[in-house]
């Protein structure tokens, strides 16, 4: 099947470690985001990257990290720089630029909770 | 920065009445985009539409778009209660490379 994963659903940190978020996606896709999402809050921006080895920082990057090795895979590293982790993730991909490859297709999330 | 900002922020309607939500935007952009989610789970597109296009219908979704006003609509009609979630609206402006979303209209379809 094809699609986008990340892992794990759910994850637990104590203040003071970086924890690293997984997304896969398998669709061949050249852009990647992540977003970050409060409870009854839309969606912000964090990172995206629309090629392998390169990455933009969205509206609220402070604290996070992220690497773009490979087309398949866009892992987000919460640091301990980031006051307030706690929150629900959001991984998507997307085909491309311009024509009609404009949708997003989205994970379905990792919930971190700091401790 | 949020570039869309649905309205209203949340609605309640009974199953079989038709939901309209709103949203507006501040730059130009290249297109619109709808999404749906469930609570707890990821975004599912709806629907797309560019900005040279000023209605486009899916099934029992219409979206329309009016580029000198900012702004766009998303009718759900015959509303049933499994359409019950948040819709976002979604813009990429034409001068970005990113997309950003709106805070998102809550609906609960009564049965």
């Known amino acids: 099947d094809g699609g986008i994963t990340q892992s794990p659903k759910y994850l637990f940190r104590k203040e003071g470690q970086n924890v690293t978020l997984s997304c896969e996606q398998n669709l061949n896709h050249d852009a990647m985001y992540w977003y970050r999402q409060d409870p009854g809050q839309g969606l912000r921006l964090i990172y995206y990257s629309q090629i392998v080895n390169d990455f933009q920082k969205g509206d609220i990057a402070e604290g996070y990290s992220v690497s773009r090795e490979k087309k398949e895979s866009f892992p987000l590293t919460v640091t301990s720089a980031q006051k307030n982790p706690t929150a629900f993730y959001l991984c998507a991909s997307m085909l491309g630029w311009g024509g009609s490859y404009n949708e997003q297709f989205f994970g379905p999330g990792t919930r971190l909770t700091v401790l | ?111």
Not at chain 2, 45 to 58: A, G, V
């Open chain 2, 1 to 111: 920065s949020q570039q869309g900002e649905e309205d209203p922020q949340a609605l309640s309607i009974q199953e079989g009445e038709n939901a309209t939500m709103n949203c507006s935007y501040k730059t130009s952009i290249n297109n619109l985009q709808w999404y749906r989610q469930n609570s707890g789970r990821g975004l599912v597109h709806l629907i797309l539409i560019r900005s040279n296009e000023r209605e486009k219908h899916s099934g029992r979704l219409r979206v329309t778009l009016d580029t000198s006003k900012k702004s766009s609509s998303l009718l759900i009609t015959a509303s049933r209660a499994a359409d019950t979630a948040s819709y976002f609206c979604a813009t990429d402006a034409d001068n970005n490379n990113d997309m950003r979303f709106g805070a998102g209209t809550r609906l609960t379809v009564k049965p």
